[in-house]
Nanobody
Framework: QLRLMEFGGGSVQPGESLRLSCAVSGFNAIAWFRQAPGKARQGVSCISRRPTWSFYAESIKGRFINSRDNASNTFYLQLNNLKPEDTGVYYC?????????????????WGQGTQVTVSS
C-alpha cells in the first residue's frame, strides 16, 4: 500500500526548532512542501534513500536539514532557527525517479499535512 504520513508539527517561538517526520510505504524519495495561508504550496526540500541525495530551496538552506531512517521507512526534516515566515502546513509528497522533485503531478501521493506555527 502506497502512503505517506506526517508527524511533528507544533507552535514555537522564533529561533526555536521542530522536527517533522514522514513515514512512508512504497517510496524511495520524497519532497517536503509547505503552504502558508493564502499562498500556493512551495517546495522546501527533497531527499532520496537510494541513491542518497538531498536538495534544499534557497529560502531555507542552512536552517533545515533532511535525514532518514531506512529501518523504519521514515524521513525527517529538522527545522532550525524558525522564523514567522516559516509558518504553514507542511506536507511530504512522493517523488518518482527521473522527475524534478518540486514538480507536481496528478499521480503524486501526499501526506495529510502538519501545521507549523512560528509566533512570539
Amino acid at each position: 500500500q502506497l502512503r505517506l504520513m506526517e508527524f511533528g508539527g507544533g507552535s514555537v517561538q522564533p529561533g526555536e526548532s521542530l522536527r517533522l517526520s514522514c513515514a512512508v510505504s512504497g517510496f524511495n524519495a520524497i519532497a517536503w512542501f509547505r503552504q502558508a495561508p493564502g499562498k500556493a504550496r512551495q517546495g522546501v526540500s527533497c531527499i532520496s534513500r537510494r541513491p542518497t541525495w538531498s536538495f534544499y530551496a534557497e529560502s531555507i538552506k542552512g536552517r533545515f536539514i533532511n535525514s532518514r531512517d531506512n529501518a523504519s521507512n521514515t524521513f525527517y526534516l529538522q527545522l532550525n532557527n524558525l522564523k514567522p515566515e516559516d509558518t504553514g502546513v507542511y506536507y511530504c509528497k512522493s517523488v518518482l525517479e527521473g522527475r524534478p522533485c518540486f514538480d507536481i503531478y496528478p499521480s503524486d501521493y501526499w501526506g495529510q499535512g502538519t501545521q507549523v506555527t512560528v509566533s512570539s
